[in-house]
């Protein structure tokens, strides 16, 4: 239960009580640092062999390195501050460094769909106009949009702290893993509803718009490939595709996942709600640097040299 602030007393930190109920906090804890040091371990490899090899300096290749570091961010926002309530118990935060956590954690989610829609366009671009690729899609151009999402991005996201920082704290318990609008809105001594609804709103619609521009991307690339005569050129374009298929549905099936049970009424224990967000943040951003490891061969052969040089 959280504690009020009945005594007018001004709260400068919080205690994370989500993981109070946890049967083997240890072993839990054990899992996710391994997954965590997997996931930077391996963001990091795909962003240095990205910049190390200069035929590597393409705008396809560009736009990984950017969603690598996304996934580092997004695990970094989170992950650290389960593993310390986990295997050292360290279950407090201070206010400030909450309300940055919470701002690092929602852009970075926000950004993973950015850069998801942007790497579908790309694609789009690379099928669709071939021979207009190069001169379309430079690397100015390419670290151009990139700096652009990420302008957008922290431009929209900045409500979210906007909104909840002026509001007083009541509570210095909260029910969560980590710091996240959720959490902070709850502590405060505001109606949590009111600002639930308005931060739905924003979510809904960046989902709604990031997802709608990922479909017709691709419903015009399956145009596109449909009219060609060619199988090489089919097989070529769908594998090329393939490996973004991959990283979109390890995105996006949690995060509908969620918004589904959340939609028709299904009541989440915390336990649950803590399992599908450990696993929405942990798993795409495991997933994302393997799946371009192995399914772009560029990328493998440089790996695959560095692995057997070592």
Not at 123 to 148: E, G
Request: aromatic letters at 12%.
């Amino acid at each position: 239960m959280s504690v009020k602030n009945d005594s007018k007393k001004i709260i400068t930190e919080f205690v994370f009580s989500g993981f109070d109920n946890v049967e083997s906090p240890l072993a839990v804890g054990v899992v996710i640092l391994i997954l965590y040091i997997l996931t930077m371990t391996a963001n990091t490899a795909n962003i240095g062999i990205i910049l190390k090899h200069k035929c590597l300096h393409q705008p396809m290749y560009l736009f990984i390195c950017n969603l690598a570091i996304i996934d580092i961010v997004y695990c970094t926002s989170s992950c650290p501050t389960m593993i310390g309530i986990l295997l050292v118990g360290y279950k407090t935060i201070s206010y400030t460094p909450c309300i940055v956590q919470m701002y690092v954690f929602h852009l970075s989610v926000s950004m993973e769909m950015f850069a998801i829609g942007v790497m579908a366009f790309d694609r789009f671009i690379a099928i669709s106009m071939p021979l207009r690729y190069s001169s379309l899609m430079t690397n100015f151009t390419c670290v151009l949009i990139n700096i652009s999402v990420w302008m957008v991005g922290a431009s929209i996201l900045s409500m979210l702290p906007g909104s909840v920082a002026p509001l007083p704290v009541c509570f210095s318990t909260v029910k969560y893993m980590f710091c996240d609008y959720a959490s902070v809105t709850r502590a405060t001594c505001a109606d949590p509803e009111t600002y639930f609804n308005d931060a739905s709103i924003l979510t809904s619609s960046l989902i709604f718009v990031t997802f709608s521009f990922i479909c017709l991307s691709y419903i015009n690339i399956f145009i596109v490939v449909s009219r060609m005569s060619s199988n090489s050129d089919k097989k070529k374009a769908i594998h090329t595709c393939l490996s973004h298929i991959i990283v979109i549905v390890c995105y996006y099936v949690p995060t509908f996942t969620r918004i589904v049970l959340t939609r028709v009424g299904v009541v989440l224990t915390l336990e649950l709600r803590n399992g599908l967000m450990v696993g929405s943040i942990i798993v795409p951003s495991l997933v994302n640097p393997f799946i371009y490891c192995f399914r772009t061969k560029e990328i493998k052969n440089k790996f695959l040299k560095i692995f057997l040089k070592s």
